[in-house]
Nanobody, 125 residues
Framework: QVQLVESGGGLAQPGGSLRLSCAAS????????MSWARQAPGKGLEWVSG????????YYADSVKGRFTLSRDDAKNTVYLQMNSLKPEDTALYYC??????????????????WGQGTQVTVSS
């Protein structure tokens, strides 16, 4: 069965960095776009970044553009989200999601059919 397992979350200081990983199994990883979304306390789910199945396109929400970098390693069935220059407003539960197709969809999030359990990112001094 499809599994997405996130890791790498934790506590970081403002201006610091974290690297999230999402290990995928149970499907042909290289055939699907992947995205990250986050949910801050008391707020809705927000799409953060996505990458096409062939890595040809990588996309970011305006709120993270220039600070976050998404990549994928098809040999390891893993996507990575490098988060730099972290801000307190980046505090959220971060989820990895598998798209239904090969290209990134920003909305609606129902275009993602499998989600991980989430990894908590807290940015605080």
């Amino acid at each position: 069965q499809v599994q997405l397992v996130e890791s790498g979350g934790g506590l970081a200081q403002p201006g610091g960095s974290l690297r999230l990983s999402c290990a995928a199994s149970g499907f042909t990883f290289s055939s699907y776009a992947m995205s990250w979304a986050r949910q801050a306390p008391g707020k809705g789910l927000e799409w953060v970044s996505g990458i096409n199945s062939d890595g040809s396109g990588t996309y970011y929400a305006d709120s993270v553009k220039g600070r976050f970098t998404l990549s994928r390693d098809d040999a390891k069935n893993t996507v990575y989200l490098q988060m730099n220059s972290l801000k307190p407003e980046d505090t959220a539960l971060y989820y990895c999601a598998k798209a239904r197709g090969t290209v990134v969809v920003i909305t609606p999030l129902s275009e993602y059919d499998y989600w991980g359990q989430g990894t908590q990112v807290t940015v605080s001094s």
